[in-house]
C-alpha cells in the first residue's frame, strides 16, 4: 500500500517535495501503529495503554483500506452517540482534513470511497449495507462480541481487501481477551497487537509519565502497563487469574464436597460444585450450564457427579407450579428425579458481595481453569454504570445478567461460612507460618483420633 497516496489530503498545502512527505509519514508511525495500518490480516486486533495511538491507527487504517479501493463502503462504530461525535469524528476531522456531514454522519473521499459513522443504537439499522471493512473504536465498551459478528457478515463488498478492526483498553478478562489474546492459537487471519503506555512515551511531553505515575495502582495497571487482570466496575473485583485460577487436580475423599443450583430455563441453569479442605479453603472444581432444558436432564447431569443433595437459590421452593391439580415447586420436580435440595442462605446481597471479595482478598477461593463458564461470568458481571446527567450518588447495583454462577458463589459463602469473622490469608507454601499451621493441625489431627488432650 502506498503511504505517500493515503496521506495526500493530509500534507496537500505543504510546500515540501514527495521524498520529505514520505520520510515525514514512516518517521511518525510507531513499530507497533505501522503493524496495526498495514496488517495484512483480514482481522486486525490494537489492544494497548493510553497515548498508544490507537484511535490514529484505526483512522489511518481506514483510510488506507478506503484509497486502495475507489467507491469502497467503511464504517467506524462506538458504542455511544456522545462519544462518536465528540471524539471520533472530531480526532478524524483532525486527522484527515476531510469533514463529516452532520446530517448523514460520513465523509466522502475523492476517489468515491465513503466512510461511514455510527454508535451502538444504529447498528441493528445496518443489515443490509454492502461493507468493504468496519473498525470498532474503544471495543471494551461493549459487553459482548454481538457488534463485532454482525459486521463480520456484512463484509461482502467486492473491494482488494477486506477487512475487520478494532482498537481497544485492557479490560481484565472480557470478550476481547478471551476471544483473541488467551487462546494459544489465535483464530485464523488474524493479528494481535499489545502495547503499553511506556513504548510510547518518546512522543509524549516529558511530565506525561510523571503525572501517570499518580494514578492509583489498579488503574496504572490496566490502562498504562495494559494489564488484562484489572478491570474497573467488576463487582467481584478481588478476583485475579493469576491469583485464584489453578490447575486441576484430584481431590481428596476426605474433603467436604457439595453443589449450589440456580435453576434457569431461558437462562441457564447453572450448577457449581465445590470442595471446602480442612483449613475452611474453597475449591470450585466443576460446573454445568445450559439452558432451555427440563429439570429432568439437569438433574442428570448432577446425578453423573455422584453428589444428589446440595444448596439451591430459595426462590425455587415457592409452590408455583400446577399439575393434576397438585401444587408444587421446582425444588420437588428435583426430588422426584432423585436430586435433594436445600435452599442456600441469602442476606442483602451486598453483604454478600463484600463477604466473597473477601475470600479472593484473602486466597481462600481457588477455581479449576477448566471452568470456562465461570471464568466468563466473573470477568463480565460488572455494577450498573450511571447514565450521562444522573446523580454519582445513586445507589450502587450489580448487573442481572451473566451472574448465574456468580450467585451460586455468593449462595455457597453465605450457607458455608455465615461468620463475618477476619479471615486469614493463606501463609506461603514452605514459609515458617506454613510449617505452623501445618504443626497445629497434625497436633488437632492426633488429639481428634485419640480422643484426648496432647499437650
Known amino acids: ?83 462518536l461525535r465528540d471524539s471520533t469524528v472530531r480526532d478524524f476531522e483532525l486527522e484527515t482534513g476531510i469533514q463529516v456531514s452532520k446530517d448523514t454522519k460520513e465523509a466522502i473521499l475523492n476517489n468515491g470511497s465513503v466512510i461511514m459513522f455510527r454508535h451502538g443504537d444504529e447498528l441493528p439499522g445496518l443489515k443490509n449495507l454492502n461493507l468493504g471493512w468496519f473498525g470498532i473504536e474503544q471495543a471494551e465498551e461493549f459487553p459482548d462480541s454481538t457488534a463485532w459478528d454482525m459486521l463480520q457478515m456484512r463484509l461482502r463488498r467486492k473491494v482488494k481487501v477486506r477487512s475487520a478492526f478494532m482498537i481497544a483498553n485492557a479490560n481484565g478478562h472480557n470478550w476481547i481477551y478471551q476471544r483473541f489474546i488467551e487462546p494459544e492459537i489465535k483464530p485464523l487471519n488474524t493479528r494481535v497487537i499489545e502495547a503499553s503506555t511506556l513504548e510510547f512515551l518518546d512522543i509524549h511531553p516529558p511530565d506525561y509519565f510523571e503525572r501517570l505515575k499518580k494514578l492509583p495502582e489498579k488503574r496504572y495497571n490496566r490502562y498504562v502497563l495494559n494489564s488484562h487482570e484489572e478491570t474497573e466496575g467488576l463487582v467481584y473485583d478481588e478476583f485475579r487469574e493469576s491469583n485464584h485460577v489453578i490447575e486441576p487436580f484430584s481431590i481428596p475423599e476426605t474433603w467436604e464436597r457439595g453443589f449450589v443450583l440456580d435453576h434457569g430455563y431461558r437462562n441457564p441453569t447453572a450448577v457449581l460444585w465445590y470442595a471446602i479442605d480442612y483449613d475452611g479453603n474453597v475449591i470450585l472444581y466443576d460446573e454445568h450450564y445450559e439452558k432451555e432444558r427440563p429439570v429432568s436432564y439437569h438433574a442428570e447431569k448432577i446425578k453423573l457427579r455422584h453428589l444428589n443433595d446440595g444448596y439451591a437459590d430459595p426462590s425455587i421452593f415457592s409452590k408455583t407450579q400446577q399439575r393434576n391439580g397438585f401444587v408444587y415447586s421446582i425444588a420437588d420436580e428435583y426430588r422426584d428425579f432423585g436430586i435433594g435440595l436445600r435452599p442456600a442462605m441469602r442476606s442483602d446481597e451486598f453483604a454478600a458481595i463484600a463477604r466473597v471479595n473477601e475470600f479472593f482478598k484473602a486466597g481462600r477461593i481457588k477455581v479449576f481453569k477448566t471452568l470456562s463458564n465461570f471464568r466468563e461470568e466473573i470477568g463480565l458481571w460488572s455494577w450498573k454504570s450511571v447514565k450521562p446527567g444522573y446523580s454519582n450518588n445513586l445507589p450502587e447495583e450489580p448487573e442481572d445478567k451473566d451472574n448465574h454462577l456468580m450467585d451460586d458463589l455468593k449462595y455457597l459463602v453465605q450457607s458455608r461460612f455465615p461468620s463475618a469473622t477476619k479471615l486469614e ?31
Open 1 to 83: 500500500m502506498n503511504l505517500l497516496k493515503v496521506y495526500r489530503l493530509k500534507f496537500k498545502t505543504e510546500s515540501v517535495n514527495s521524498n520529505q512527505i514520505e520520510d515525514r509519514v514512516i518517521h511518525r508511525l510507531k513499530p507497533k501503529q505501522a503493524t496495526f495500518i498495514f496488517s495484512p490480516e483480514a482481522d486486525v486486533v490494537f489492544v494497548g495503554g493510553v497515548g498508544t495511538l490507537k484511535t490514529s491507527s484505526l483512522i489511518k487504517r481506514g483510510m488506507v483500506l478506503s484509497e486502495e479501493s475507489p467507491k469502497n463502503l467503511g464504517v467506524i462504530v462506538r458504542k455511544t452517540f456522545v462519544d
Open 425 to 455: 490469608p493463606i501463609p506461603e507454601y514452605h514459609s515458617l507460618d506454613w510449617f505452623d499451621k501445618q504443626k497445629n493441625y497434625e497436633h488437632n489431627i492426633k488429639e481428634a483420633r485419640s480422643g484426648t488432650k496432647v499437650w
